[in-house]
């Protein structure tokens, strides 16, 4: 049982470029989410979703964008990469019968944009 | 989404020593979660605490959830170095978790 698998796991950016970052769950989970966490900060909520096609937006949203075309999908995508996103991304995702269940994270991805 | 301030940021321990981080919050919570992340790894669910004055134990480590449940605690008896890492509470806040910014323990042998 996989659990959330994220990719990749590293990554290097130039200032400018766009990527997406692929989250996948395999517990048949409703709700997934994207934090990203920088140093002293905790973890910050980007997007989430709670379900199917659904969307919203979190506490830091600016300069990323999501998509959840598939239940077992959550991607997140930057379009022009800042330096101010270097950071380790971790997606993770929970059951759907409570929305404030157990969160199971994905082993995160770094990032430096330069 | 709600703030909760975590004390201390950062605790020195020698091994055997006992370690508590304190969870606060301004505003009534429902429950509260605890998570541990090792160095250079994700976060790991630990618990939830729903009830007011809950109290709940896990081999060494304590949790206890305030009477007004705004204030939680995460006692850890006679660490080990194994206790090394990062704990966070993490109250709801709507459909996510309001992860605090987390107290960081290093056990010296």
């Known amino acids: 049982n996989a659990g959330v698998t994220q990719t990749p796991k590293f990554r290097v950016l130039k200032t400018g470029q766009s990527m997406t970052l692929l989250c996948a769950q395999d517990m048949n989970h409703e709700y997934m989410y994207w934090y990203r966490q920088d140093p002293g900060m905790g973890l910050r909520l980007i997007h989430y979703?709670?379900?199917?096609?659904?969307?919203a937006k979190g506490e830091v949203p600016d300069g990323y964008n999501v998509s959840r075309l598939k239940k077992q999908n959550f991607l997140l995508g930057l379009e022009s990469a800042a330096p101010s996103q270097t950071s380790v991304y971790f997606c993770?995702?929970?059951?759907?019968?409570?929305?404030?269940?157990?969160?199971?994270f994905g082993q995160g991805t770094r990032l430096t944009v330069v | 989404g709600q703030q909760v301030m975590q004390i201390p940021q950062y605790q020195h321990v020698q091994e055997g020593e006992d370690f508590t981080t304190y969870c606060n919050s301004s505003t009534t919570l429902s429950n509260i979660q605890w998570y541990k992340q090792r160095p250079g790894g994700h976060p790991v669910f630990l618990i939830q605490l729903v009830k007011s004055g809950e109290v709940k134990k896990q081999k060494r480590l304590t949790f206890q959830f305030g009477e007004a449940k705004k204030n939680s605690s995460l006692h850890i008896t006679a660490t080990q170095t194994t206790d090394v890492g990062t704990y966070f509470c993490a109250p709801p806040s709507g459909y996510a978790l309001n992860f605090g910014k987390g107290t960081s323990l290093l056990v010296t042998p």
């Open positions: 979703s709670v379900g199917e096609g659904t969307t």
């Open positions: 993770a995702s929970s059951y759907s019968n409570s929305p404030n269940t157990e969160a199971f």
